[in-house]
């Protein structure tokens, strides 16, 4: 009788055995497919990708050629037989052109298998750098507001694509109307190493003698290009306009006056949408690769998890640490999954209300690019918290979504 318990026992833990191995290999099987990048270049607008899916042949894959979001083209799209971890497998070779430089975010590839089976191939980050030695130096102004007659105003000198700035001048004979109030630093100055990043190299103090439409003077610089050239260029023609001296200005404040094709860095109060933008993005990208992290950790607890129970079952001493690595793990993915869930939105200038009204009384004012909480939402209103533990109501225009 006790020989035929045994044998029982012994029977339920192999059927428990099997049962969890062929669990964990289904949840292995089930993962995506991710192509790989062969000889990347960094300045390359030309990539190519390998895909290798093991023990599945070509005829048993329906995948049709992709389509990118303009400005991405398909150069060369294949499918072929090949072997893959030492068996029968397919290879996917595909080669992308892009038209710019720059963070490219590729969606996923469906692929079909056995006409039931739906899996999807991903890309890695792809970042595109532009080639410096292709790059010419350019120089731009900028202004905070626009000036009023008879009254000195700020005007920015921007410098960048180059490596060092040997030497500037005004064109305008009369200093007294354009002089320069402050340089950067003792020329020759060293750029910053950064591509696409300007520097302010010096301020210049505009004294407007007209109303209207002016155009300020011309700043020439002798610049050294990324190739070791040495160069001379000027800004473009700057036109601002001018108010008469007797109408106070009560407009608001206005954006800088910066060419759009320009990456600029600004201070708080001078962010556009595009920069707001950027830095939702940026944060996305954070949001992304903490989900990562917490698939990871789940994945580690999963299978700390199986050993354990594989271990109890065969009555080994072991079980307690891969136990103790699993409880770590789990307590990981929930540490992670806290900020990982939560909503967030890069605020625009705006108040804080404390109602969903546009008349409501306000809770004070929301910096340009403010990282948020979404409590919640209504209608077009968020509920948002800062940092600060405040709180209050924002238009959902007012602010862009990290995704």
């Known amino acids: 009788m006790e020989k035929q318990s045994t044998n029982l026992q012994r029977h339920w833990r192999n059927r428990l055995l099997v049962f969890f191995l062929l669990y964990c290999g289904g949840f292995l099987f089930s993962a995506d497919f991710y192509f790989t990048e062969t000889t990347p270049t960094n300045t390359a607008l030309t990539r190519s990708f390998l895909l290798e899916i093991p023990r599945i042949t070509p005829s ?9 979001e303009d ?8 499918k072929i037989a090949g072997g893959v971890q030492g068996s029968q497998g397919t290879h996917i070779f595909l080669v992308l052109q892009f038209e710019k430089p720059g963070r490219q975010q590729l969606k996923n590839i469906r692929l079909t298998i056995d006409e039931n089976n739906t899996k999807y191939a991903c890309f890695p980050p792809i ?4 080639d410096k030695i292709r790059v010419m ?5 900028s202004i905070k507001e626009n000036p009023v007659q008879g009254k000195k105003s700020d005007v920015y000198v921007w410098v960048q694509n180059c490596l060092t700035v040997r030497g500037l001048q005004n064109s305008l004979t009369t200093d007294a109307l354009f002089e320069l109030g402050h340089i950067k630093k003792e020329l020759p100055y060293t750029m910053p190493t950064n ?14 003698l007209e109303n209207g439409l002016c155009t300020i003077p011309a700043v020439h610089l002798a610049l050294t290009a990324f190739n070791g050239e040495k160069v001379t260029i000027e800004t473009e023609p700057f036109h601002v306009s001018v108010a008469p001296a007797k109408i106070i200005n009560k407009t608001p404040e206005q954006k800088p006056l910066i060419r759009e094709d320009i990456k600029v860095t600004k201070t708080p109060s001078l962010y556009d949408k595009q920069d707001i933008q950027r830095i939702a993005d940026r944060e996305g990208e954070k949001q992304r690769i903490l989900h990562i992290y917490v698939q990871i950790l789940f994945f580690i607890a999963f299978v700390f998890t199986v050993l354990t ?22 307590l990981g993915v929930c540490l992670l999954c806290i900020p990982a869930t939560k909503s967030r939105v890069v605020c625009l200038q705006t108040d804080l209300q404390t109602i969903p009204e546009l008349s409501a009384g306000t809770r004070g004012v929301i910096e340009p690019g403010t990282i948020a909480y979404i409590k919640r939402k209504s209608d077009t209103w968020y509920l948002i918290e800062l940092d600060e533990n405040r709180s209050g109501w924002i238009p959902c225009e007012k602010c862009i979504d990290i995704k």
Do not use: M, W
């Open 60 to 68: 048993r894959i329906q995948a049709e050629e992709p389509v990118f």
């Open 71 to 78: 400005g991405i083209f398909v150069i060369e799209y294949k």
């Open 127 to 130: 970042v595109i750098t532009q």
């Open 137 to 141: 130096p350019v120089a731009f102004f």
């Open 195 to 208: 591509i696409d990043v300007p520097a302010n190299l010096a301020l210049y103090s505009y004294l407007p």
């Open 309 to 330: 129970v594989v271990l109890a079952i065969l009555k080994r001493k072991q079980k307690r640490l891969f136990l103790a690595l699993a409880l770590f793990s789990i």
